[in-house]
């Protein structure tokens, strides 16, 4: 899900990096397609590669900047209170942030939908939402046991970090602590 995370967040990036662009939908559309067979089966070697190619790509590509779901999982990862593991984080936080970032990602949304085979009237948001629900993933920060105390600090650090810059919807500290409630 961190791969699936940078793919999308970098795709997002405003910077113009039209050759970023072309790999990290690739990557997404490898990682959507083979990630549930994956963790199905570890042992299925296709399905592996496919993972790690998205994996590769997702890290070549985000020198383009990624986004809010990394501004908010950067200072979550780093909090003394509880360990959160960084992948898990992302998967969580992420329909919130592609909530957020609908009115200024419409156009990227539609090209992500055309490229993962959906139907125009997908929202991105819940489709995803299923995809983690299907990996067994958690749903929520408080099923990761995150103290609900450090959502103000949490979200005033995400306005500071370098992946919050590169957003395509500019964030505040309100606009961070509202995602980090709706992934509660
Ligand atoms: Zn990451």
């Known amino acids: 899900m961190d791969a699936i995370t940078h793919c999308i967040e970098t795709y997002l990036s405003p910077r113009e990096n039209p050759p970023a662009e072309a ?8 990682a959507v397609g083979f990630i549930e067979r994956a963790v199905k089966d570890g042992t299925d070697r296709e399905a592996r590669k ?13 020198q383009k900047g990624l986004g809010a779901v990394h501004a ?15 992948g898990t984080l992302n998967a969580v936080l992420l329909p919130a ?9 419409q156009a ?12 125009p009237e997908t929202d991105l948001a819940d ?3 299923a995809l983690v629900a299907r990996l067994g993933m958690p749903a929520s920060l ?3 046991a995150l103290p609900h105390g450090v959502i103000p600090a949490v979200a005033e650090a995400a306005t500071k970090d370098h992946s919050s810059a ?8 309100a606009d961070y602590a509202a995602m980090l409630e709706a992934s509660f």
């Open 127 to 129: 489709w995803i939402a």
């Open 72 to 86: 908010l999982s950067h200072p979550l990862g780093g909090l003394k209170e509880v360990s959160l593991h960084h």
């Open 23 to 30: 790999i990290a939908l690739d990557g997404l559309r490898r």
């Open 97 to 105: 942030v592609l909530r957020f970032n609908a009115p200024d990602a």
């Open 108 to 119: 990227k949304y539609a090209e992500i939908r055309k490229v993962l085979g959906l139907a």
């Open 50 to 62: 496919e993972m790690m190619m998205a994996a590769l790509q997702g890290g070549l590509t985000f």
């Open 142 to 144: 408080s099923a990761m």
């Open 166 to 173: 590169t957003n395509p919807r500019a964030a505040t500290a």
